[in-house]
C-alpha cells in the first residue's frame, strides 16, 4: 500500500512539473518569437546568429506567407524558415535548465523533455500549417485550432505569437481580435474552420457589401 501511495505521488509530481514547465515553455516562446523574431532589436543589430533569426523569420517568412498562407510542399532546406533544429533545444536555455535542476532534477528533467516536444510539435504542425500534406492529425481539433491561431497571427504579426502553447498570448494580452468574414471564409477555404451552406452565405454577403461600400461613397461624393 506504501509503495502504491508513493508511486501516485511520484506520478502527481511528474505531471505537475510537465504542466508548470508547459506554461513556462508558452511564456518563452512568445516572448522569443515577440521579441527575437519580430523586432530588431540590439541582439539582432549587433550579433550574425540573432540577425539571421530576425531577417529570417520577420522577412522572409512573413513575406512568403503574407501573400499565401499555404504554397505547395518543397524540399527541405526550401521551407521558409519554418523548422526548428530540436537537437538544439536544451542548449538554448541552458542557464535555466541549470538553474531547474537545482531546485528540483525532477523538474529539469521534465522541462526538458517538454522543451524537446514543443520543438518536434512546432516542427511538425508549422509545417502542416504553411505546407499542408494531409498528415494525421491535420483532422484534430486541437490542430485546427492551432491553425486557426497561427492563421490570425499572419493576418496581425503583433499578434498571436504563440504557436505550440498558446497560453501567454491570452494572459499578455497579445490575442488577436476575432476574425472577420473574409478571413474566416479563407480558412473555410483552407480547411481550417468548418462552415454550414447558410454560414458561407451570410459572410460571402457582408464581405461583398464591405467592398461595395467605398466606391458607393466615392460616388457620392461625386454628386
Partial sequence: ??????????????????????????????????????????LSKYTKAYKRVFESHAIVHHQHYSETFVDEPVPPGEDKEIRLTVIKAPIKVLPLVIGLALVSWQWALCFVGMLYFHHWAWNKIHLEMHKPESRGFSRWPVYKFLAQHHFMHHQYPNKNFNVVFPFADYVLGTAAPKPNSAQMLEMFDLGLVALTPAEVSVMQADVASKTKKPKVLAEAALH
Fill in 1 to 42: 500500500m506504501r509503495g502504491v501511495t508513493l508511486t501516485i505521488g511520484v506520478v502527481a509530481q511528474t505531471i505537475g512539473w510537465l504542466i508548470v514547465s508547459g506554461v513556462m515553455i508558452s511564456f518563452i516562446e512568445h516572448q522569443v518569437h515577440a521579441q527575437l523574431m519580430h523586432r530588431r532589436n540590439f
